[in-house]
């Protein structure tokens, strides 16, 4: 069976500081990657795609960066953290190709920053 | 671009119905999903509906899509306590990437 993981899953972190989120899945090949962003009230943002390694495609201009080294490992960078950088990130693959597209979602990670 | 709306807060009593309503933009969307959020946690996949359906019905869930009006809807029957949740409505397009965008996520409260 397929799982996703990430970590770590809470993290808070100063103005200024790196960050580096990490997303491993297990059970499945050349899956699609997903970031994103959940702040309250404002639903989910979709940060990054990534439909192969190295392939990443950004959806909003940002603070952030993503990368796949690995088939399935997908990470969130940042060289220095923003106060509106704080809130829920979570990553999330789908199969590739034709299907209904389901999203499959890690527990998430809250970054506060201060 | 596409945009997904929804009421931001449900409340419901234990035992009634619920119905949770959706609209959005994108008049290319293949599959419509309703995804479940448990607090503190990722989502999951409740029930989808692909584009050329107008209803889905699976066990207490009910889904309606009017394609003409863009509207979907969830219907939840016999509520519980355990259905307490954050409940997206979302949308995935058909150009060569097949986006799926979110709706603001509809928050659930069951009173006893």
């Known amino acids: 069976s397929q799982t996703i993981h990430q970590w770590p899953a809470t993290l808070v972190q100063p103005v200024g500081s790196p960050l580096s989120l990490e997303c491993t899945v297990e059970?499945?090949?050349?899956?699609?990657l997903y970031w994103y962003r959940q702040a309250a009230g404002r639903g989910l943002q979709l940060l990054f795609y990534?439909?192969?390694?190295?392939?990443i495609s950004s959806e909003v201009p940002q603070n952030l960066s993503a990368s796949r080294p690995q088939d399935r490992q997908f990470i969130l960078s940042s060289k220095k953290l923003l106060l509106s950088d704080s809130g829920f990130y979570l990553c999330?693959?789908?199969?590739?190709?034709?299907?209904?597209?389901?999203?499959?979602f890690g527990e998430g990670s809250r970054l506060t920053v201060l | 671009g596409e945009d997904v709306e929804q009421s931001l807060f449900l409340s419901v009593r234990e035992g009634d119905s619920s119905v949770i309503n959706c609209t959005y933009t994108d008049s290319s969307s293949t599959y419509l999903y309703w995804y479940k959020q448990e607090p503190g946690a990722g989502l999951q996949l409740l029930t989808y509906?692909?584009?050329?359906?107008d209803m889905k019905q699976d066990q207490r869930l009910t889904v309606l899509l009017n394609k003409k009006d863009k509207h979907l809807s969830l219907r939840i029957a016999d509520t519980q306590t355990g259905d307490s949740a954050i409940y997206f409505c979302?949308?995935?397009?058909?150009?060569?990437?097949?986006?799926?965008?979110f709706g603001t996520g509809t928050k659930l409260q069951v009173i006893p």
């Open positions: 509906i692909f584009s050329n359906m």
């Open positions: 990534s439909v192969g390694i190295g392939q």
């Open positions: 999330a693959w789908s199969r590739p190709g034709t299907g209904n597209g389901e999203l499959f």
């Open positions: 059970g499945t090949s050349n899956p699609n």
């Open positions: 979302a949308e995935r397009g058909s150009g060569g990437y097949q986006k799926v965008t």
